[in-house]
């Protein structure tokens, strides 16, 4: 990749597919996939330079140009790296949605990206068609499933795939043309579009070789979902930078296929999530005994804080140290990390990467001693640093004071270099590893007739790491029910994502808010933990 780099080619769809060919990997397998029912196809690095160029030439002939921003609303399926790649070949702009985003979820990142195109299956064409009216630059929609056009504006994937030329010359690319777009969650209003560049890869992949220590004789395994950023980041761009291979399994978490996989397909370095390691613990040791594992060299984990149990866990059950990483949808890719050849810390984060730099900074911006908790701040500079959020650009230069760019984490620093994870210094909830805005959660408990107010917060979990808890106030008439609980649940899946459907719902009198209406989620949570609230000073006398 350093000779692409030097001749000034960052187009990460470039690199990933034909460059790998050209290094001579073109006949290497790059990803096999396996589907729920555990049938298998296998792809080369030629087959996903084909693929992708194809896709390119089909946007290419429906008008896209580069700037352009296409999104694909798919589950994990082949189709999805090839578009990924494809567009940004094109140096189209690319976004990539949960496949389980509700209405409101989807209509806010398409509405505010401005999307001109989208890639789904026909199962989410009557999703789209909820809110389409209301979306006036998307002109295109495009079907994987479809083997025929459905409408002048509704086309067939497979038909123009078929049609489309598999060779396509990406233009050379500077590293400052914009590539990736992810949406995040806010504390207090809609999700944010957090736009990247294509010189992400040079970071991305140094962090692949580096601290996930792929190569290209790897077989490598990443679980997340490409509707998030480590799905792309670690799920695509990184391991086919280094012309690693690739598994990909379209099924979610079940423990037993998921041991079947990493023995069956000799994985050697697994990439996944706190949570599904602590789901892992808690089944029966059948599932894991016998076992040759024997190929697994590396297990790391991404997405929320790894509890000291679970590398524990790791090490007597897997044999194997459990890496932890972290990094943000706006770094791109990994900051600080354990990794292997430094000493693990169990709990701790780890320590900055190379070419990262990292502080812990009081309120005012001076750096805190060793021990102090503050913000988790980075110095700006590392290649792959998101270049704005889309539309609000008074929201990303806000991020960025006394020299540094704040994560909005908390932690602290200790005597040998470790940085330790204490929290968010917003109200945004990570469960599961998905940041989840109370603000939008709130938002669709009020469409609900029966609700009056409703105010969201996180709690611990042990599993989840946080929980959404909601606390709901009815209309005078209304009353509490399980038919009311299973409605709420359903109305906030459908409106936002499952993710985001509350673990617990509490029915109250009232939702404390300060005397300006603003919800007091501090509060709430003092409240549901049995904490002191603290200064209520400022709450509606009523309350």
Known sequence: ???????????????????????????????????????????????????????????????????????????????????????????????????NFGDDALLDRLGDSNAKGILLRKSALKKLGRIRERLPALSLVLVVDADADLAPDILSYRRLMREAAPEFTAPVTGADTPSVLHYTSGSTGKPKGVLHRHGSIVHQSRTGREVLQLGEEDTY?????????TGTSYGIIAPWSLGATQIHYGGGYDAGVWFDILEQEKVTVWYTAPTALRMLMREEESVFKGRDLNALRHVFSVGEPLNPEVVRWGAEVLDRQIYDTWFQTETGGIMVSNRPGLPVLPGSMGKPVRGVEAAILSDSGVPLPDGAQGHLCLKPGWESMFVTYLNNEAAYHSKFKNGYYYSGDTAYRDGEGYFHFMGRSDDVINTAGHLISPFEVESALLEIPEVAESGVIGAPDELLFEKVVAFVSLHDGCSQSPELELKIRLHVANRASSIATPQ??????????????????????????????GDISTLEDDV
């Open 221 to 229: 395994w990443c679980t997340a979902d490409q509707g998030w950023v």
């Open 1 to 99: 990749m350093e000779d692409v780099i030097a001749n000034q080619q960052h187009n990460i769809g470039d690199i990933c597919t034909r460059q790998q060919c050209l290094a001579g990997r073109g006949g290497r397998l790059a990803f096999r996939f396996i589907n729920v029912q555990g049938e298998r196809q296998d792809f080369t690095f030629l087959d996903l330079d084909r693929e992708s160029s194809r896709f390119a030439n089909v946007l290419q002939k429906l008008g896209f140009a580069a700037g352009d921003v296409f999104f694909t609303f798919l589950p994990k399926m082949p189709e999805q790296f090839f578009s990924f790649l494809g567009a940004l070949k094109l140096n189209v702009i690319v976004g990539t949605l949960f496949s």
């Open 504 to 533: 617990e719902i509490f029915f109250v009198a009232s939702v404390p808010k300060n005397k300006s209406g603003k919800i007091m989620r501090r509060v709430l949570k003092a409240r549901y933990l049995g904490t002191d609230t």
